[in-house]
Every structure is written in C-alpha cells, then in structure tokens.
C-alpha cells in the first residue's frame, strides 16, 4: 500500500451567525451588520457556513431568537457538527445559559467576539492588560460553575470562605480581585503614558482616527515612512504607535490608534482610556474613511458618535477619503426613473453632494496605490504649521 502524506494541519473551526431584525429596523442595515459580523468572524479565524436571520418585533428574553428559529438553528448546527454559534447582539447573562443548553455549542456574542480578537491581537503587556480588564468586567455578571479554573490563577493567597461557601461566589471573589488588580496596574501605565506624552516637547500632535480597516496604519506607514503591521483585518492595530513626521520644514507627531466599529463594547472604551487618551489630546485629527464601501456614511457617522461620546467631538478634524482605487458604482440607464442610491453614484457625483461644504479639509486618495499622496502632505503641512505658528508666536524662525 502507498503512504500517503496526511496533513499536520489544525482544521479551520465552522461557525453560523445568527441575527434578528427588528420592527423599526431597515433591513439592509441589519443584513449589513450581518456582513460585519461575519467579517469579525474570519478575522477570529473562523468559517461562516450558514447565515439565520428572524424578523422580530424583540428579541426574545429566554433565548434571544424565537422557539422556532432556535430548532432550525439546532438541527443545523447537530447535523453539520458546527463549532461556534455567534449572535450580532449582546445576550443577556441568562439568554447565554440557555442557548448554551440547547445548542450545547460554544455561545459568543458580538461583543463576547469582539473582546476574543483584541486578545488575540494585543501584544505589548499594555494592550494585553487593558484587554485583559475589559474580559473579567465583562465576565463577572456572566459566570456559573464553568469559572472554577480561575482559582488556580489565585496563587498562594488561598481563599477566605469557609468550606460551605458557594462555588458561584468564590469564582465572583476571584473575579472581583482581578479587576481590581488589573485597574491598579492599568494606573501605572496611563500615568506612565501621560508622562512620555508630556515628555514630547512642544511638536503638534495628530492622530489618525477611523472605522476599523479602513487604511489608517498605511497612511501611517507612507508619511512616516515606518513598517506598522497593515493587514485586511479588524483591528490590525491595537496599540497605539506614535512618530516623528517631517513635511518640508514642519515636524509633528502622528498616532495611529485602534479602529473604531458598531456596538463597541463599553468595557473596552473604559479600559482602552490610555490610548483614546491620545485622541483627546490630539491637535489635529485625521478622519480616514473607507469610500469604497457601500455605508461609508454610516461608519463615518459612528466615528463621529465615538469621538463624541469620549470627549474628542470638538476637535479641527482632516477629512481623508482612502481607497478611491477600490471605489465602483453602476450607471443607471437613461430611462431608469428610479431614484439613485449610493451603487449609481459616481466618485464625482459624491463629492458634489454633502462633501463640497468641507471647503478645503477634504482629500480623497489611495494609500494602497499612493494617489493623491502629496496632496495630503501639503495640507498636513498647511494645517501643521498654521497651529504651531498660533502656539507659539514668537518661535517661528523656520517660517
């Protein structure tokens, strides 16, 4: 008999997600949650194999989908033997206990999803503390007699019930310390971080914000001619990285920092505050936006909601339109007396539309091909150069 070469490696992990659309909601905003959701789950390394989506006027407060679609979902899920069943909202503690039951699958919602990438992706001892905070605060209200393992992340310090105390409350004790302890170690760095950012003289500070993948950490790379990790990822980056940038005679400084999406879990925002601090503190900001997707609005909106929601809404924002190399449209025929919708419009025709009142802090390029690149930097140096000269008025030699 021949050998035959068997190989070594690890199967791709299957995964359905499972949505609902709701009275009020526009269906193809849920579908393209739906898109999203799958797109966190590739990022995860997981295989979509099957898409279940039920009109709802709510979702149900036992399992979330109706009694019906959770059959469907079983039976799916039994005969395909599926790894993973991923919901796009966040389940209650207790809709968790019982899909787990009957689905007897690994349960993740989006922000369960969400939180399980960041730790995949944080690397320094900072983004993996932060990340670490943001699990545990979002586990306590979670747990069952599954958490027992956390006892042995106790060490020697044993436990300080007595022998009848409940399993569920020592693993909530355990639980309880690690934010606590977390918390306190996440003080040292921001204040260690708030000192390197004071530390940083008087150069004007510019941090690109955005959706998540939407191209910041290549415009990062192409004006400071660094190697930050771009991929066609979610949440690529994580910490965030700072450079010196030189255009012309004017220096400053420019962050990339971690992309924003729907429905970002509030426990990330809190323990992410050291890196949105960079944010808040920002001279200028620049808001990249992915032109080639089909609801560029919609992410461009969250963003907006985002820096708000953190204190940054005020800022002077740079406008960057990125991928316009990626950007398509179908033309309508000439007898079609339908409205147009974003698909019909052209590059050109979107600009003319709610973009023409920006004035000149609007770019449209193409980081990837490096379109339109020098225009960016000139309006970088302009912007640049008018704060420093406001700053510091009496220290403008180099003008």
Not at 70 to 79: C, M, P, Q, R
Not at 249 to 278: A, H, Q
Request: charge should be neutral.
């Amino acid at each position: 008999m021949k050998d035959e070469l068997i190989s070594t490696a690890k199967p791709q992990l299957t995964c359905v997600l499972v949505g609902v659309i709701l009275k009020l909601q526009d269906e193809n905003q849920a579908f393209e949650y739906i898109d999203e959701l799958e797109f966190l789950a590739r990022t995860y390394q997981l295989e979509t194999v099957r898409v279940f989506v039920q009109k709802l006027e709510k979702p149900d407060k036992t399992t979330f989908i109706g009694k019906g679609k959770l059959d469907e979902v079983a039976g799916y899920v039994k005969e395909h033997n599926v790894d993973v069943v991923i919901f796009d909202d966040e389940l209650s503690p207790s809709q968790q206990r019982n899909l787990e039951k009957v689905l007897g699958k690994k349960i993740l919602d989006r922000t369960t999803l969400i939180l399980e990438i960041f730790e995949q992706r944080a690397h320094t001892a900072h983004a993996k503390t932060q990340v670490q905070l943001a699990q545990y605060q979002y586990m306590l209200p979670r747990l069952t007699g599954m958490w027992t393992h956390l006892e042995r992340q106790r060490g020697g310090t044993g436990t300080r019930g007595g022998a009848g105390e409940k399993e569920i409350e020592t693993d909530r004790r355990i639980v309880r310390d690690k934010i606590s302890l977390l918390k306190d170690r996440l003080k040292e760095i921001d204040k260690q971080m708030a000192t390197q950012r004071k530390n940083r003289g008087e150069l004007i500070r510019v941090a690109l914000v955005g959706y998540t993948n939407v191209g910041k950490s290549t415009i990062m790379n192409l004006l400071s001619k660094s190697e930050v990790l771009a991929e066609n990822k979610l949440f690529a980056t994580l910490d965030t990285t700072v450079r010196k940038v030189t255009i012309e005679n004017v220096f400053f400084l420019l962050s990339d920092t971690v992309g924003f999406i729907r429905k970002l879990p509030t426990e990330l925002v809190e323990s992410f505050k050291s890196t949105l601090d960079e944010v808040r503190e920002a001279d200028l900001l620049v808001h990249v936006v992915d032109i080639s997707h089909l609801n560029f609005e919609d992410h461009y909106n969250v963003v907006n909601q985002t820096l708000h929601d953190i204190g940054a809404g005020d800022k002077p924002i740079l406008l960057v339109f990125n991928k316009i190399d990626a950007f398509k449209y179908t033309k309508k025929d000439e007898d079609d007396l339908t409205p147009s919708t974003r698909e019909n419009l052209s590059l050109e025709e979107i600009k003319r539309t709610w973009m023409k009142n920006l004035n000149n802090n609007c770019i449209f390029i193409s980081a990837a091909k490096k379109q339109n690149i020098d225009e960016l930097k000139s309006t970088l140096y302009k912007l640049v150069k008018e704060m420093h000269i406001k700053r510091y008025p009496y220290n403008n030699f180099l003008y």
